[in-house]
């Protein structure tokens, strides 16, 4: 009977997820469905400790870079970068369209999709009605290269996070392995694009705003204080780059970047107690913890018999895992099918695993980007689009994410394929 309580509450929170009724964020409705399977005795309270240090590190990484983030965003950095690309386009709508796409994918490699989302969207948007432009190009654009861009780094997306921490994988052997079918992915989505847009992207656009509505450009702090929160950005990203590279926990060089940060912009009266804490998203930490304990109830009662088993070539394997990864992202969401997928991964041969990990990396960080509930990244897109009065519907969504996707994980299959041959 056990199992099927574990079925019954796992499948009904994820619907509950997906449907998300009276608005009610996905943290609270996987908490419910954590609460129930520990009042059913299905996961025992004692495990909570090991559960919640499984993803410790992880979430202290994200509370730092979440912090640092917030204030560098306050100070108008962002907006700054996002003009500064209007500049550099001298007049041309595909070249602005181009380099809005680089600027995501950096940022994505370097502070995570989740800030892309959160951060450039408006800015994006707000960026392109200045100067009179459809924003729905420019805006897809974020959407997508936040997912598709996000495998440079460990760093990059909470998914890689979660792999890396828990297959013990080097940060140079990552950013080795994983730096080519990143790049092939980013600019297989970008000529995409450029070419599904082809008639809403125009050739020739203003160099200066033509339209107030949208706001004028962010200024909210001094040159100097932007200047102070730019070298504190450049040095924590630095320092977490050499921390990975000496194989240190990356959670103290964000941790020690967003304190520092914090307490310069306290001291100079640049942020509120209450603004600091809405920079950090805690319901982020509570759906991790809380899709863990589902994923442990559901490795108790129907995974303790399963023994992987991988087909014999490299390029099997690779099709296998990133096919399991995206069609799982798009039925239960990436978070949780990365959990899942790990506790399956630690169960193979280690010389199998890491080919295993990496395909399945590629699933869950491009696959969820086919639907608008593949990812957590995709979801807080379009509610920050729908915040701006753009209505993006299901339909209008899929016909270019249809297209999109599946030629993106074939080529970034195939670079993922050329990396391991080698």
Known sequence: MTPWIVAAVVSATLLLILMRPRGITEAWIALGGALALLATGVVDLSELPDIAGES????????GMMTLTGIVERAGIFDLLAESCA?????????????????????????????????LTPIVYAVTRRRGLDPLPFL??????????SLALPVSNLTNLLLFDALELSFAQFAATMWLPNLVAALTNLALFLWLFRDRIPRHISRMP????SGPLLRVATRRWQAVTSVALVVTLVVLLAFGLAGLPLWWASIGG????????????????????????????????????????VESTWLTDIQPELPGSTGATIGAGVV????????????PMTILARSVLEGLPLADRAIAAWAVLVGVNIGPALTTYGSLATMLWLTVVRRNGIDVTTASYLRVSLITVPIVLTTTSLALWLVLAL
């Open 258 to 297: 967003g304190a520092a940060l914090l307490a310069a912009a306290a001291l100079a009266g640049r942020i509120t107690v209450t603004q600091a804490v809405s920079d950090v998203s805690w319901s982020l930490g509570v759906f991790v913890v809380a899709m863990t304990v589902l994923v442990r109830g």
């Open 56 to 63: 410790l590190d992880v979430l202290l990484f994200l509370l």
């Open 140 to 149: 897809f654009a974020t959407a997508f290269v936040a997912n598709t861009a």
């Open 324 to 335: 399991a990864g995206a069609l799982g992202s798009n039925v239960i969401n990436n978070v």
């Open 87 to 119: 500049r550099a386009a001298r007049g041309s709508g595909r070249r602005l369209y181009v380099l809005l796409f680089l600027l995501g994918a950096v940022v994505t490699a370097l502070l995570s999709l989740d800030v892309t989302v959160i951060v």
């Open 210 to 213: 033509v339209v107030q509505e």
